[in-house]
């Protein structure tokens, strides 16, 4: 089935520090979407991208919908302590349904 | 406007014993969506529903669960029997468009469930 890989899988780095994290798949999505999950907390929407070549800003956060669309990045600018949390890439699969990324976890040291 | 509102926000349970989870979508809303949510395998879709119909059920993991919507502002997702394998975090989400143009879902924040 299709699936979506992200890496890294943590990260663990310094209040300030630039972040960039991934997400691949084999097959092509046409919508890319990065969700955010505090802890203890559900997923809220940061940034969706519908064009393969898009770059989209949110504040801080900058994503990219890969031209080749089966991947895209997600990067965050001065990270602050209150960026912790798990990032997830998602997209519309072939069903209809949306698939998840495993998440990359973000740690930030003050 | 209120957000999708789950209950319990924790529950700890024996094994064998029944559990009903239940969410209250976003006004106006007509996509449901129950996931599931481990370390081991990250988050899972278990159904969703469209206008209160199940629509996809094929993330059910066995005939112990099963899940509701009798109109729509409520849903339930039930547990019978227990097993200390459910052990995880259950989110209820909605849309209001559908998935494949969008994905842009609503969550709440989560029943934890704990079968010991």
């Known amino acids: 089935g299709q699936q979506l890989n992200q890496s890294p899988q943590s990260m663990f780095i310094q209040e300030g520090e630039d972040v960039s994290m991934n997400c691949t798949s084999s097959?092509?999505?046409?919508?890319w979407l990065w969700y955010k999950q505090d802890p203890g907390e559900g997923p809220v929407l940061l940034i969706a991208l519908y064009k393969a070549g898009e770059l989209t800003s949110n504040g801080r956060l900058t994503a990219q919908f890969g031209i080749t669309r089966k991947d895209s990045f997600l990067n965050i600018s001065a990270s602050i302590p209150s960026d912790v949390g798990i990032y997830f890439c998602?997209?519309?699969?072939?069903?209809?349904?949306?698939?998840f990324g495993q998440g990359t976890t973000l740690q930030v040291k003050p | 406007d209120a957000g999708v509102i789950q209950s319990p926000r924790h529950e700890v349970t024996e094994m064998g014993q029944e559990v009903t989870l239940r969410c209250k979508p976003i006004s106006g809303h007509d996509y449901l969506f129950w996931y599931r949510q481990t370390m081991m395998r990250g988050l899972e879709l278990l159904i969703y529903f469209n206008n209160n119909v199940p629509i996809d059920d094929s993330g059910m993991p066995e005939d112990r669960f099963s899940a509701k919507m009798p109109n729509a502002s409520f849903s339930t997702l039930k547990i019978q029997p227990s097993e200390p394998r459910d052990s995880a975090v259950y989110f209820c989400?909605?849309?209001?468009?559908?998935?494949?143009?969008?994905?842009?879902?609503?969550f709440g924040e989560g029943s934890r469930l704990t079968v010991l």
């Open positions: 989400a909605s849309s209001s468009r559908v998935v494949r143009n969008t994905g842009e879902l609503f």
């Open positions: 998602a997209g519309p699969g072939n069903t209809g349904k949306l698939i």
């Open positions: 097959s092509i999505f046409n919508t």
